[in-house]
């Protein structure tokens, strides 16, 4: 019996190499892909999406969802991943097109046909935000929620501070995270390093002169340099795969515990930051008063991804990308 996934992206060249992984995953039913700005604007983010679905020849419907983020201006990533997201090769879908209903519609609607489904978010979270601003028990039918979000433990990639999903609607990812959802954090440090697609991985998916595989190296063009300059590491580095992965096979994550983590909303120079309770420090009597407001928003802990199983998640993601 597959499980069922909805994926939520504002697609971009990582994105799209996380949508195929969980729509070539064989024991997975991938239900809906509904898309939100971040990355790019909207209208480049669902046309991403809908050229990425019929490169692997699927018919899951794609919906359109937010354009902006809940109280703020939309920040793009298109210094990341080129000006449409990715690489600027001319990729534009041929006939797929979106479904008419609005993404957070059809998120609720989903989930509330598949209660225990995963929910795989790949973006900013407005749409998801929105979608428990207007059901909010909507949580309780969700059997996972694996967020690729946040810097719970270095350094963030759009500042210092923060992770460019959360950073891009930080309302949103308080919501999201105030749910009470069974969240799994999985953040940006973990595509880092070794994590990255080196340069012999990088070769053997060219050799395979699989369409799919080829796809995911030559979109990620331009991103591959980007994190060059941004880190001075070399390679293609994989946020939203490597939490694909992990929603596909939660083992591939070594090393998760579970916290209170609070979005910083307020602040100019942390917007974005995921603050975790590591030392589980929220209910010791000292803290109470500054922790406390978070412990009673916050009625499950999140569980946090310290780290995966990169030769694994490597091995099974290039399987997927060329068999
Ligand atoms: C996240 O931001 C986006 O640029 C990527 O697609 C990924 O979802 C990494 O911080
Ligand atoms: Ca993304």
């Not at 995270?177 to 999985?186: A, D, L, N, T």
């Amino acid at each position: 019996m597959p499980r069922t996934f909805l994926i939520d992206t504002d697609t971009g060249s990582d994105d799209a190499v996380a949508i195929i992984m969980a729509l070539r995953a064989p024991d997975i039913r991938v239900a809906a892909i509904t898309v939100v700005a971040g990355n790019v604007p909207l209208p480049q983010a669902l046309s991403n999406a809908l050229y990425t679905v019929e490169l692997c020849g699927s018919d899951v419907p794609v919906f359109s969802g937010a354009s902006h983020p809940l109280k703020r201006a939309l920040c793009c990533a298109d210094w990341f991943h080129g000006e449409d997201g990715l690489g600027d090769h001319g990729y534009v879908p041929k006939n797929k097109k979106a479904e008419s209903k609005h993404a957070v519609d059809a998120m609720i609607e989903t989930i509330r046909a598949n209660p225990g489904l995963t929910i795989v978010t790949l973006g900013p979270l407005t749409n998801l935000a929105l979608a428990l601003q207007r059901d909010p028990k909507l949580a309780e039918s969700v059997g996972r929620c694996v967020i690729m979000g946040g810097n719970p433990c270095c350094e963030g990639n759009i500042t210092p501070a923060a992770e460019f999903n959360i950073y891009v609607d930080p309302e949103a990812a308080r919501i999201v995270f105030r749910s009470g959802m069974p969240i799994e954090m999985v953040g940006w440090h973990l595509c880092r390093g070794e994590a990255a697609l080196n340069r012999k991985e990088i070769d053997s998916l060219l050799a395979s002169k699989k369409p799919l595989a080829e796809f995911a190296v030559v979109s990620n063009s331009i991103a591959a340099e980007s994190y060059h300059t941004q880190t001075n590491e070399y390679g293609i580095c994989l946020p939203d795969p490597t939490a694909m992965g992990i929603a596909i096979d939660p083992k591939l994550c070594l090393d998760g515990t579970e916290h209170y983590v609070e979005i910083e909303t307020d602040s100019e120079l942390n917007r974005g930051f995921t603050l975790v309770d590591k030392l589980n420090v929220a209910h010791d009597r000292r803290n109470i008063d500054i922790w406390g407001p978070t412990i009673e928003s916050q009625p499950r802990k999140i569980h946090v991804c310290w780290t995966m199983n990169v030769p694994a998640w490597k091995k099974f993601m290039l399987s997927l990308l060329t068999e």
